[in-house]
């Protein structure tokens, strides 16, 4: 009974299949084209774009639009381009108050999970409310504050990047604390305890490795925001192009370089060498992003 | 290192039932200050780094100040708000813009579910594609930005794939040409992280449930509406949060894509002038931080009411920890 019931289902044409692959096939498509477009435009020579109608592979295929950004770039600092300072830049202006800011919230939310003492819930639910306030419409008006207290200008502009980003983030707190109230139990720590392990022996080698995806999944994802950002840089960083990071590089070269509606191939090719380093390291580490948002995302 | 000598980690039964092991007269104990000091820190840095900028925009917006600087801040007369008033037009302008870049939020959510709802179904690949569909998500927007600026600018492709000839960024006869070329770019990149979220909360779902109202005779339809719609709300509910504070606070697109012109206008007629955008012109770039502060403040306000539900709903479901 079982087989014939099988055999009919084959011979019938799987149309929902056909549709779900349809559909993936389409939106594939639609997220893939532009990249193509933009790829294709940066291998064509100026010349070309000027002359001829709209055409997604070059006739001639040209690096000129590559060569044009390093060789032309207005905003170079002593003869280096600023798309390469911008990356280095990006770099460690992201790396510091990352690592830094998700030690400290791992520490916080430690002592959350595994301490006792007065006060801790309501600790706690500050903690969680300074998280719930859309702090972001203020993202501007920080400005005031920061040139009040003499932390903006020159290299000073790197201050208010950085410092308050170094104390840890509520969001990751509330995050890495279910993962030790889960994760972490209070046998393990007895154990390690008999084994003459200290507090801080404890949180070093027993629980920072067990919340190890956890926080592989909150690095991630502050890398790649701080990658990305642009408006911060805009605002503190603009007046000395030695410290822009790679956003702001990306945006005042080819802010540039379309006044007159020229070298797109130039515009394409920096946007695409910009996001280049992100895609490959996302499709390198692609699991633990996936796992990453599984694991963190509805809990945020 | 004071912690590792008096630290005592709570024992199973304590732990539980959360009560002190010490007597209550000896509060100041070592281990506690310990845990006070370290708890302080992420709160502090958040009263001192926000609870002044909040205050130092509450002063700026009653005054006028020389270079952003509040020990010049002198009495004007109400004349921030007042410029409200007269300024009511562009305002009116940047809320459009903007709620038609929040209203693209909410079409990547629905973008995500759809897309979601074909990848979790039982065909091989869908793996390969989730993973595919998240690099637009790990791209930054000002690359997304300028990207989109090519295609839709002189020559680009979208011309020549529509067969028209119209100048989408700068269109004097239809100036949200612009308004939706930056909801395009939106659109384009947002949805991955919902598909993602989609993915697992389609998976999590009891596939008994559908057997049971397919059995029950339910079609497709049904299953979705009933059983399928009901699963995914948490998630839903977090991506809307999400989504309006996204859309809400759109900078990036909108300044790569409608750059300020030389008579100050963000696109033909405004059309890229996203609040944000509003914001950072007229703070940052022409100084006026008073009436900057108050567009924030508007901001803040509309903003607050859906975090006001997130924070309520939060705190209740806090009550056991």
Sequence with gaps: MEEIVKAKANRRIPVAKIVTYLVMILYTLVLFVPFLVIICTSFTSDYELGAYDFHLFP????????????????????????????????????LVPTCVSLFVSALVAFVYSKFRFPGRKAFFLANVFTMMLPLGAFGFVGYLFYVNIGWVGGARGLLPLIIPGLFGSAGTIFFLRTYFDSGLSNEVIEAAKLDGANTVQLFLSIALPLVKPAILAQFLFAFVGGYNSYSAQLMYLYNDKSLWNLQLALSELTGMLSEGNGYNNARCAASFISMLPLIILYISMQKYFIEGINIGGGKE | MELAKTAAVPEEGKAVSGRSPLPKNKIFTKQNVICWIIVSVPLLAFLVFNGFTIIFSILSMFGDMEANRLDTLKWNNFANFLRIGEDIGTIWQSIKVTLVLTLAQFTSLMIAIIIAAFLSQDVKGTRFFQTLYFIPYVCSSVAVSIMWMVIFGWNGGLNSLLGTDIDWLNNMENPSTLTWAIFISV???????????????????????????????????????????????????????????????????????????????????????????????????????????????????VMMIPSVYLIRKRILSLEDL
Excluded at chain 1, 64 to 77: K, M, R, S
Excluded at chain 2, 220 to 237: E, H
């Design chain 1, 59 to 94: 006739y001639e295929w040209s690096g000129e639009g590559y060569e044009l950004i390093f060789t032309l770039d207005p905003n170079a600092v002593n003869g280096v381009p600023s798309l390469l300072i911008g990356f280095f830049n990006t770099m460690w202006q992201t």
């Design chain 2, 187 to 301: 659109i384009w990149q947002a949805p991955g992280y919902g598909i993602v979220m989609y993915c697992s909360a389609f998976k999590s779902i009891n596939p008994a449930l559908y057997e049971a109202a397919e059995l029950d005779g339910a079609n497709a339809f049904q299953k979705f509406w009933y059983i399928t719609l009901p699963g995914i709300s948490t998630i839903t509910f977090f991506l809307v949060l999400a989504g309006i504070t996204a859309g809400l606070t759109t900078f990036d697109a909108a300044r790569i894509m409608a750059p300020l012109s030389w008579d100050g206008y963000a696109g033909p007629e405004n059309a890229g002038l996203a609040l944000m955008y509003y914001i950072y012109i007229e703070g940052v770039q022409f100084g006026n931080m008073g009436y900057a502060s108050i567009l924030s403040w508007i901001l803040f306000i």
